[in-house]
Each structure stands twice: as structure tokens, then as C-alpha cells.
């Protein structure tokens, strides 16, 4: 037998599959001794044929004749047949000397059997996108063995670019919404299905009434006790099945958004009733479920409606997606503070159905390029979703080049989400090994150690994380030198396997933006050496093909950017700096202390609203900034956050006057905002410039805030914030 390290643009290592066991000879000498026999013409035992023949021939070079006939001879390699030990995506796999037979348990069961059989039998690993090993031979024998398996969850999705490889979609044994849910609709769907800006105008009723009135929005909701609201869907939805005629599930779910439901004084009845919002929802949901009993109703259990309702109980043929949005990542879901409202949830919904789609949530949404260690409580959370009846499962994982172990996240979540009773830690090395080669040993270290500080730190771990918040914990500058130090070993190691080499950059790009969203805070350290720092980052991040640093789309060229201009020290003096604050309308209470020095501390806030930025809520801000003598300037100007995401808006306008002695004001100028609906992070000031030099002990900066979210927004109906950083005069 020949064992040759294949070259196909990746690394691969060699794994010999053969034994003195064999039982059954598919090729020999590059022939082709087996036949593959389709039972029947399905697409699904075609796609399991191709797949299997496909590594047949990257393994030996030849390929085996595929038939469809009854007329089956000793040594056939059979694909189709039902099993009743298996149930949905299952199969059951045996190998004797008289052949071998894949038999589904239903849906893709076929594929998945040959996935395992290449896998477990035949010595091909997967890794990510395009990339995989195996040993070449020019013969292929296979032991005797029976296998059967049913997947943990009867759907598993992650977010992962290796979906762009239709191989390594089968492979994972992942799935898509379209692949389920008819016209694509899932999640969020109420104004997919009942458009505001078509039906708002004419019938407000049939949204949310919120703060005394309606509001009719993307992101407002349904009124779910007006019966003209049913029928009008029910109508749609009527037509989208007979559109999509071999779909049997569709999501009628709320809008995005929080605190948005309808509070009029039918919808509040029920709910009050209910002791929960979801009351609404189920009820909602079960006369849809009644209207249309062969198809089957996903919606969401998200945030407002997270908790299950006291009195109704979904129908079989409703479908309850649970998400845990809100939670805390450092520890599993049974073990944090912020996971005992989850745990209330989960428990209450499963008491009452056994139709539970989890989403679970393991993503740095504000810095989706930075370090996420909570590899280590994956396999808990996973096997509480299953122990409280979810039958589906969405992992909302890294999803963009670039993010923290991506790829391995991806591969050790999809073989959990199979069977959660593998041991994690080896699934780790048993990635790391294949995908890094010889700096496996210096990454599994470096996670390891992140893992263990963030654990001794005590600090949350959170899907709008920013690194600023650990650099006292798992980043603080005695840890980052070991790390610096790991990686420069793993680089070391792979320096002459470009493509792993590319592979250990990217790994360790996460560390590189942690470093420097650090540095920003602190004005230490040589301003040239920095900006060697923040280049290095623009190309390495070119290099990975890193198109985003946050989920709404920011690229890294710009993050570049803005860190020379905004971040690096130097450059003007700002006359301001370390003034006194003299409040009128001070920020909401989490902020007061923060604003005494943070407005003028010659730091600004980035992208995460969660450090440095000073902010206010449903309300204006008057404050006067007290410079302590009197000083000669022309420009002043506000610094502000714009993140819609996080109901962070721009205000309407900003006010400067000012004053030599704190009694009579005159006016400086105002600086108004455009309104922004651009769901990218942006940073905006508010500069108002005199053409004469001005003097002034005393600036007043009055803000005038949006006070509530408008219709277009995720929070349609509710207060809006604002956040201001840096004021700056010059």
C-alpha cells in the first residue's frame, strides 16, 4: 500500500484506515472490485453514492461503476432501504463479506451513514472548508463492523463560511433554513409575512399598541387578539404553502426587538393571565396550528416572551425556538446568575412541550475578531438543551473569517451537536493536530491558559463583549506576553507550511485586535510601534480574508483607519481635558461616575458601547464643562456612538454656548444630525467651529436626544440612548 501526503492547496496527515480484519475489498490495484447499487432514484441516495465515490477516488484514483438494479451481487456497496432502528438523519452501517449496505432512518440518514463510514473506516477527517485528510491508496479494504446512530437533535445549524463547501455541509451533518422552513421564512418573520409599511398606514390596530398608542413599525409586533390580524395571515400563509407545496414548516415569530409586544387591553388581559407574554404567542400560534394541522408552526421564545405561559400549552405541531440571548458565556448556562432565568425558561417550556428548538448564542456580535474562550462549556449547555426535550438546534457560532477559532468551534459544535457524550478536550486536539500540524502543541496551550484566567478572573463573558472589559483578567499584560510568546513558538514551527502558517496568522488575529483595542485606553507606549502594530493588523486581516469586525459589518481596513486618526496619541492639545463637570441633566445612574473624567480623558470610546462612552436614555443632556481659567479656542466639539443595534441612536442636535463667568451665556453654535439608519457602527462628532478666536472659562453642550426609537427601529415606541464621549476644544 502506498501512503502519500496529498497536496490539494491544504495540509494533510497521514492515516492509514486499513486492517488485518478486512473484510471487504472495494479496489484493488487501482481497480475497481465493488459496485455501488442504488435501491432507489431518491436525490438523497444519489448525493450519498457521489459522496462516497468521490473519496473512493481521492483515496485510490479510480472510481466504482454506480447502478440502480434489484440484481445485487456479492461484494455491492447498497444505498437505500428504510431502517426502523434509526430515526430521522439516522442510519445503520454494516459490513460483512458480502458487502455493504447504508440504510437511512429517514431524511439524509444515507449520507451521514457514508460520512461515518469514510470518517470511522476509512481514515478521511474533515476539518473546515476544503479542507481534509487521508491516506492515498491503490487499494481499499474495509473491516467487518455494524453501526447504527440517531443524531442527538433532528436539525443542527451553525453560522460557518465552511457552508460555502457543499462537502463540508454533509459532512458536519448541518442543515439550513431553507432546507426546512417554507418560502425561507424563519425567525423574525411578522413583517415578512404582514409588511408595516403596506398594512400600517390603513390598519394600525393590527399592530402593537406601546406607551399609549399604536405603533406600527418593522419591528413592531402583531396585536395577537385581534381576530382580523389571524385571518389576514392566515390567508398568507395559506398561499405561501400552496406556493411551496413540499414544505411542511414555516416561523410566524416576533419582529426583532425588545419590549415591543402589544399592550392593549385585550393582549394585556391574556398575558396577565398567562403570567407571561409568550401567552399571546401560544394562543396565537395553536389556532394557526388548528387552522393548518399538517404543517408545523415555529416561533420564538426571545426576550420578552423568553418565559413559557401558565395556562395554554402548545399544540404537538407547534414549535417553540427557545434563544438565550442574554446569558452570560464564562460558565455553563446552569452555573451563572444570568443563566437561572434560562434554566426558569427551559424548564417551564419543557414541562409543556416536547418541541423545543434551542438558539444558543456563542458569538462576540460588537467584536466578532476577538477572544471568545468558552470551548469548555459547550458540551454542558448542549446536553441541558437535550435534556429538557429541544429536538433542534442553531449554534450562532463565529460564522466570518477571522473570528476565534472559528473553524474548530464549527467542527467540535457539529459533533456535538450529533452526540454531546464526546469528550470535548479530545475533539480539540484531535482538530488542532489536523488543522495546525506542529503548532498544534503552542495553540492548545494558549487556549488552554486564556481558559484558565478567565475562569480565575470572575469576569463575564458576554455576546457584546469588548477586550477592554478582560484586561485586568485573561488580557492583562503578563498573560499577553505569554501568548505573544506561544504564538511566535507556533509560527516558528510552521514557518515552512505557508498554508498552516496562514492558518496560525488568522488564528491569531483575535490576540493581535485584543492588544490593540488595550492600547487605545491606556496612551502608553511608543505612538510608532503602535501604528507597526495597526498594520500588521490590516494585513493579516487582508491575508485571512476577514471582511467584518462586528456584526454590523464594519470592515478591518477601517477599523484601521480610524485607529490612526482617532485612537493614537498626539496631535492637538485639547484645552479641555480634565475639566470639571457641572451637571443640569447628568446620565442615566450606571454612568455618573464614569462621565466625571471620561468626557474629557483624552480617550475615546470604540465600537463596544460597554467602555468609555457616557450615556443617556429616553432624555436630553445639559451639562457645563468648567475649564478652570479662561482660554482662547475657535472649535469645539462632541464625540458620539451610533449603534442601532443596541438602541444607541444619534440625538437630534447639539448645542455649545459659553462663558467667562458661569451666569451669562452667549452662543457658540449647533450642529445637527442627519438621521442614520445605516446598521453599521459609526462614530460621529458634533463640531461647531467660529471663524474668530473665541475666549471662555465655562462651555455649556446641551444635546437634544431622540427621547423614544422611531418606527423604523428595533425599538419602535421605547426610549432611545445616546452616547458621548471625548469633548474636545481646540
Same mark, same amino acid.
Given at each position: 500500500?502506498?501512503?502519500?501526503?496529498?497536496?490539494?492547496? !491544504?495540509?494533510?496527515?497521514?492515516?492509514?484506515?486499513?486492517?488485518?480484519?478486512?473484510?471487504?475489498? !472495494?479496489?484493488?490495484?487501482?481497480?475497481?472490485?465493488?459496485?455501488?447499487?442504488?435501491?432507489?432514484?431518491?436525490?438523497?441516495?444519489?448525493?450519498?453514492?457521489?459522496?462516497?465515490?468521490?473519496?473512493?477516488?481521492?483515496?485510490?484514483?479510480?472510481?466504482?461503476?454506480?447502478?440502480?438494479?434489484?440484481?445485487?451481487?456479492?461484494?455491492?456497496?447498497?444505498?437505500?432501504?428504510?431502517? *426502523?432502528?434509526?430515526?430521522?438523519?439516522?442510519?445503520?452501517?454494516?459490513?460483512?463479506?458480502?458487502?455493504?449496505?447504508?440504510?437511512?432512518?429517514?431524511?439524509?440518514?444515507?449520507?451521514?451513514?457514508?460520512?461515518?463510514?469514510?470518517?470511522?473506516?476509512?481514515?478521511?477527517?474533515?476539518?473546515?472548508?476544503?479542507?481534509?485528510?487521508?491516506?492515498?491508496?491503490?487499494?481499499?479494504?474495509?473491516?467487518?463492523?455494524?453501526?447504527? =446512530?440517531?443524531?442527538?437533535?433532528?436539525?443542527?445549524?451553525?453560522?460557518?463560511?465552511?457552508?460555502?463547501?457543499?462537502?463540508?455541509?454533509?459532512?458536519?451533518?448541518?442543515?439550513?433554513?431553507?432546507?426546512?422552513?417554507?418560502?425561507?421564512?424563519?425567525?423574525?418573520?411578522?413583517?415578512?409575512?404582514?409588511?408595516?409599511?403596506?398594512?400600517?398606514?390603513?390598519?394600525?390596530?393590527?399592530?402593537?399598541?406601546?406607551?399609549?398608542?399604536?405603533?406600527?413599525?418593522?419591528?413592531?409586533?402583531?396585536?395577537?387578539?385581534?381576530?382580523?390580524?389571524?385571518?389576514?395571515?392566515?390567508?398568507?400563509? #395559506?398561499?405561501?404553502?400552496?406556493?411551496?407545496? #413540499?414544505?411542511?414548516?414555516?416561523?410566524?415569530?416576533?419582529? #426583532?426587538?425588545?419590549?415591543?409586544?402589544?399592550?392593549?387591553?385585550?393582549?394585556?388581559?391574556?398575558?396577565?393571565?398567562?403570567?407571561?407574554?409568550?401567552?399571546?404567542?401560544?394562543?396565537?400560534?395553536?389556532?394557526?396550528?388548528?387552522?393548518?394541522?399538517?404543517? =408545523?408552526?415555529?416561533?420564538?421564545?426571545?426576550?420578552?416572551?423568553?418565559?413559557?405561559?401558565?395556562?395554554?400549552?402548545?399544540?404537538?405541531?407547534?414549535?417553540?425556538?427557545?434563544?438565550?440571548?442574554?446569558?452570560?458565556?464564562?460558565?455553563?448556562?446552569?452555573?451563572?446568575?444570568?443563566?437561572?432565568?434560562?434554566?426558569?425558561?427551559?424548564e417551564g417550556w419543557s414541562a409543556i412541550t416536547?418541541?423545543?428548538?434551542?438558539? *444558543?448564542?456563542?458569538?462576540?456580535?460588537?467584536?466578532? +475578531?476577538?477572544?471568545?474562550?468558552?470551548?469548555?462549556?459547550?458540551?454542558?449547555?448542549?446536553?441541558?438543551?437535550?435534556?429538557?426535550?429541544?429536538?433542534?438546534?442553531?449554534?450562532?457560532?463565529?460564522?466570518?473569517?477571522?473570528?476565534?477559532?472559528?473553524?474548530?468551534?464549527?467542527?467540535?459544535?457539529?459533533?456535538?451537536?450529533?452526540?454531546?457524550?464526546?469528550?470535548?478536550?479530545?475533539?480539540?486536539?484531535?482538530?488542532?493536530?489536523?488543522?495546525?500540524?506542529?503548532?498544534?502543541?503552542?495553540?492548545?496551550?494558549?487556549?488552554?491558559?486564556?481558559?484558565?484566567?478567565?475562569?480565575?478572573?470572575?469576569?463575564? /463573558?458576554?455576546?457584546?463583549?469588548?477586550?477592554i472589559s478582560h484586561k485586568d483578567g485573561m488580557l492583562n499584560e503578563y498573560l499577553l506576553k505569554?501568548?505573544?510568546?506561544?504564538?511566535?513558538?507556533?509560527?516558528?514551527?510552521?514557518?515552512?507550511?505557508?498554508?498552516? /502558517?496562514?492558518?496560525?496568522?488568522?488564528?491569531?488575529?483575535?490576540?493581535?485586535?485584543?492588544? &490593540?483595542?488595550?492600547?487605545?485606553?491606556?496612551?502608553?507606549?511608543?505612538?510608532?510601534?503602535?501604528?507597526?502594530?495597526?498594520?500588521?493588523?490590516?494585513?493579516?486581516?487582508?491575508?485571512?480574508?476577514?471582511?467584518?469586525?462586528? =456584526?454590523?459589518?464594519? @470592515?478591518?481596513?477601517?477599523?484601521?483607519? /480610524?485607529?490612526?486618526?482617532?485612537?493614537?496619541?498626539?496631535?492637538?492639545?485639547?484645552?479641555?481635558?480634565?475639566?470639571?463637570?457641572?451637571?443640569?441633566?447628568?446620565?442615566?445612574?450606571?454612568?455618573?461616575?464614569?462621565?466625571?473624567?471620561?468626557?474629557?480623558?483624552?480617550?475615546?470610546?470604540?465600537?463596544?458601547?460597554?467602555?468609555?462612552?457616557?450615556?443617556?436614555?429616553?432624555?436630553?443632556?445639559? &451639562?457645563?464643562?468648567?475649564?478652570?481659567?479662561?482660554?482662547?479656542?475657535?472649535?469645539?466639539?462632541?464625540?458620539?456612538?451610533?449603534?442601532?443595534?443596541?438602541?444607541?441612536?444619534? @440625538?437630534?442636535?447639539?448645542?455649545?454656548?459659553?462663558?467667562?463667568?458661569?451666569?451669562?451665556?452667549?452662543?457658540?453654535?449647533?450642529?445637527?444630525?442627519?438621521?442614520?439608519? *445605516?446598521?453599521?457602527?459609526?462614530?460621529?462628532?458634533?463640531?461647531?467651529?467660529?471663524?474668530?478666536? +473665541?475666549?471662555?472659562?465655562?462651555?455649556?453642550?446641551?444635546? *437634544?436626544?431622540?427621547?423614544?426609537?422611531?418606527?423604523?427601529?428595533?425599538?419602535?415606541?421605547?426610549?432611545?440612548?445616546?452616547?458621548?464621549?471625548?469633548?474636545?476644544?481646540?
Amino acid at each position: 500500500m502506498n501512503q502519500i501526503k496529498i497536496t490539494t492547496g !491544504l495540509f494533510f496527515l497521514i492515516f492509514p484506515f486499513f486492517t488485518i480484519s478486512a473484510q471487504l475489498t !472495494l479496489v484493488k490495484n487501482k481497480k475497481p472490485v465493488s459496485r455501488i447499487i442504488c435501491l432507489d432514484s431518491s436525490s438523497v441516495n444519489k448525493e450519498a453514492a457521489e459522496l462516497f465515490n468521490k473519496f473512493v477516488f481521492r483515496i485510490s484514483g479510480t472510481r466504482l461503476p454506480v447502478l440502480s438494479e434489484t440484481n445485487l451481487r456479492k461484494g455491492d456497496v447498497v444505498i437505500g432501504g428504510k431502517t *426502523d432502528e434509526a430515526q430521522e438523519d439516522g442510519f445503520l452501517i454494516e459490513c460483512t463479506d458480502e458487502g455493504l449496505r447504508i440504510v437511512s432512518g429517514g431524511d439524509k440518514g444515507a449520507i451521514y451513514g457514508v460520512v461515518t463510514i469514510l470518517e470511522k473506516y476509512m481514515g478521511v477527517s474533515y476539518y473546515a472548508k476544503e479542507s481534509y485528510s487521508l491516506t492515498k491508496s491503490e487499494t481499499i479494504q474495509l473491516p467487518k463492523f455494524r453501526n447504527v =446512530e440517531t443524531p442527538a437533535f433532528r436539525y443542527r445549524q451553525t453560522f460557518s463560511y465552511g457552508n460555502e463547501d457543499p462537502v463540508y455541509v454533509k459532512w458536519f451533518r448541518l442543515e439550513e433554513p431553507k432546507d426546512l422552513f417554507a418560502s425561507n421564512l424563519w425567525v423574525h418573520t411578522f413583517d415578512r409575512i404582514l409588511p408595516s409599511d403596506i398594512y400600517g398606514k390603513e390598519h394600525p390596530e393590527y399592530y402593537s399598541f406601546i406607551n399609549g398608542k399604536r405603533q406600527p413599525g418593522n419591528h413592531s409586533q402583531w396585536c395577537l387578539t385581534n381576530p382580523e390580524v389571524f385571518e389576514v395571515v392566515a390567508q398568507k400563509i #395559506d398561499s405561501i404553502f400552496k406556493a411551496n407545496p #413540499d414544505a411542511r414548516m414555516i416561523s410566524v415569530s416576533q419582529n #426583532d426587538g425588545n419590549d415591543t409586544y402589544c399592550s392593549c387591553e385585550n393582549c394585556k388581559a391574556v398575558d396577565d393571565y398567562e403570567g407571561a407574554h409568550s401567552g399571546t404567542l401560544v394562543r396565537f400560534m395553536n389556532k394557526l396550528a388548528t387552522r393548518f394541522p399538517d404543517k =408545523e408552526f415555529s416561533t420564538l421564545a426571545y426576550l420578552y416572551s423568553m418565559q413559557p405561559p401558565k395556562h395554554v400549552k402548545p399544540l404537538p405541531n407547534v414549535n417553540i425556538m427557545l434563544c438565550n440571548i442574554d446569558c452570560r458565556r464564562e460558565v455553563p448556562l446552569t452555573d451563572n446568575e444570568s443563566g437561572q432565568n434560562f434554566l426558569k425558561a427551559i424548564e417551564g417550556w419543557s414541562a409543556i412541550t416536547n418541541n423545543i428548538f434551542i438558539w *444558543d448564542y456563542g458569538i462576540n456580535f460588537d467584536n466578532l +475578531v476577538s477572544p471568545f474562550p468558552n470551548f469548555h462549556i459547550l458540551k454542558k449547555n448542549i446536553q441541558l438543551f437535550k435534556k429538557h426535550h429541544a429536538t433542534m438546534l442553531f449554534e450562532q457560532v463565529n460564522g466570518v473569517e477571522g473570528a476565534d477559532f472559528s473553524e474548530m468551534r464549527a467542527y467540535m459544535l457539529s459533533k456535538l451537536m450529533w452526540n454531546p457524550e464526546l469528550d470535548t478536550d479530545s475533539l480539540m486536539r484531535s482538530f488542532m493536530n489536523g488543522y495546525y500540524g506542529q503548532a498544534a502543541p503552542y495553540l492548545y496551550q494558549y487556549r488552554k491558559i486564556m481558559e484558565g484566567a478567565l475562569l480565575a478572573s470572575k469576569t463575564p /463573558l458576554w455576546i457584546y463583549d469588548s477586550p477592554i472589559s478582560h484586561k485586568d483578567g485573561m488580557l492583562n499584560e503578563y498573560l499577553l506576553k505569554t501568548y505573544n510568546e506561544l504564538f511566535d513558538q507556533a509560527e516558528a514551527a510552521v514557518e515552512k507550511d505557508t498554508k498552516i /502558517l496562514k492558518r496560525v496568522r488568522a488564528a491569531r488575529l483575535p490576540l493581535q485586535y485584543a492588544e &490593540l483595542e488595550i492600547m487605545r485606553t491606556t496612551l502608553k507606549g511608543d505612538r510608532d510601534d503602535l501604528a507597526r502594530k495597526v498594520e500588521l493588523f490590516r494585513t493579516r486581516t487582508m491575508e485571512a480574508g476577514v471582511k467584518a469586525l462586528n =456584526e454590523r459589518g464594519n @470592515p478591518p481596513a477601517e477599523y484601521c483607519d /480610524l485607529y490612526l486618526q482617532r485612537f493614537l496619541p498626539g496631535g492637538q492639545i485639547n484645552k479641555a481635558s480634565k475639566a470639571k463637570m457641572i451637571w443640569t441633566i447628568p446620565p442615566a445612574d450606571k454612568y455618573k461616575k464614569l462621565a466625571e473624567t471620561a468626557l474629557t480623558d483624552g480617550l475615546y470610546g470604540g465600537s463596544s458601547y460597554v467602555e468609555g462612552w457616557v450615556g443617556w436614555v429616553g432624555t436630553d443632556a445639559d &451639562l457645563i464643562i468648567d475649564m478652570g481659567e479662561e482660554k482662547v479656542f475657535s472649535t469645539v466639539e462632541a464625540d458620539f456612538l451610533h449603534q442601532l443595534g443596541g438602541w444607541v441612536l444619534l @440625538p437630534k442636535s447639539v448645542t455649545y454656548s459659553i462663558s467667562s463667568d458661569n451666569k451669562t451665556y452667549s452662543d457658540f453654535g449647533t450642529f445637527t444630525f442627519e438621521e442614520d439608519r *445605516d446598521l453599521a457602527i459609526k462614530f460621529a462628532g458634533a463640531k461647531v467651529q467660529s471663524e474668530t478666536l +473665541v475666549k471662555a472659562r465655562y462651555i455649556r453642550v446641551f444635546v *437634544d436626544g431622540l427621547k423614544l426609537c422611531p418606527s423604523w427601529h428595533y425599538g419602535v415606541g421605547h426610549e432611545a440612548w445616546f452616547f458621548m464621549d471625548e469633548i474636545s476644544v481646540h
